[in-house]
């Protein structure tokens, strides 16, 4: 008995600091929100549609990063990426596009609006909102090409808009694939000359690398997990399993563009 009060009493100290540790983790993240200056904005995409929007700045640095979220989610895919980003410098800007729900706890305010009006919202109907969201950054940030990230669907998306559009400097896309039925990706990216980076979780690398397969190396920085890794931007959520890697490839990245 004595031996069985002294394993519970055990448990339920690991536990207590468990949640301790999780709630300062929590407070940190909350502290380092409001220190950075996180606001929300709203801005009409090129249908009318308003866009809202989660602008990260770091004192008076210009946006250079905008972050679009992968299906089924919301601006807050980015809620944590978003202060990492910002811990090296950069101002970012995370986007609510017309096709998606929540993540993080963090509704998604325009696929709501889009709702209410009836508007499509299926992955290819969030191109605009994109292409406006580009727009919004480099018209309010002294005209400075930007990065534009794009997580699963939004992958594919920034690699066609990003290729066309003189106002992104370098894309990333995590898990890029053949999501819409009327578009060869792979064919339509292949000319793509601009600094590219991208990754996927392992299961999808070998299908990643026939997507990128006519891409011209020189402007491709293709990062290839080892451990198992995750869909989409999740890669660099710290509970993902071999962030560490997607990290440093793409700080790596980022130190060259």
């Known amino acids: 008995m004595k031996k069985l ?22 407070v940190e993240e909350n502290i380092m929100e409001k220190s950075n200056l996180k ?56 986007i609510d596009q017309r096709s998606g729900e929540i993540s993080n706890n963090v509704v998604n305010e325009t696929a709501k609006r889009a709702k209410d009006k009836n508007l499509p ?15 919004y950054v480099y018209n309010t940030n002294g005209n400075t090409a930007i990065l534009l990230v794009g997580s699963s669907y939004s992958a594919t998306l920034s690699l066609l808009i990003g290729d066309e559009n003189k106002k992104v400097k370098a894309i990333a896309a995590f898990s890029p694939g053949e999501y819409f039925k009327d578009i060869d990706v792979k064919e339509s990216i292949k000319n793509l000359k601009k600094p590219t980076f991208v990754t996927a979780s392992l299961s999808e690398t070998e299908a990643l690398k026939l997507l990128v397969s006519k891409m011209d190396n020189n402007n491709l920085t293709h990062y290839k997990p080892t451990e198992t890794g995750i869909h989409g931007s999740r890669a660099l959520w710290k509970s993902t399993k071999g962030t ?14």
């Open 244 to 257: 560490k890697g997607y990290w440093t490839a793409f700080k790596a990245f980022l130190s060259t563009i």
């Open 121 to 135: 919202s299926e992955y290819i109907d969030a191109r605009p909102d994109i292409a406006s969201a580009i727009d």
């Open 5 to 26: 009060i002294l394993l519970l009493l055990s448990i339920t100290i690991f536990s207590s600091c468990k949640t301790e540790t999780k709630s300062l983790i929590d």
């Open 39 to 94: 606001k929300t904005i709203t801005f009409p995409s090129q249908d009318g549609l308003t866009i809202t929007a989660d602008i990260y700045k770091v004192d008076n640095n210009p946006i250079t990063i905008l972050l679009c979220h992968q299906a089924g989610f919301s601006r807050g895919e980015y809620k944590n990426t978003a202060l990492e980003l910002n811990k090296l410098g950069y101002s970012v800007m995370a």
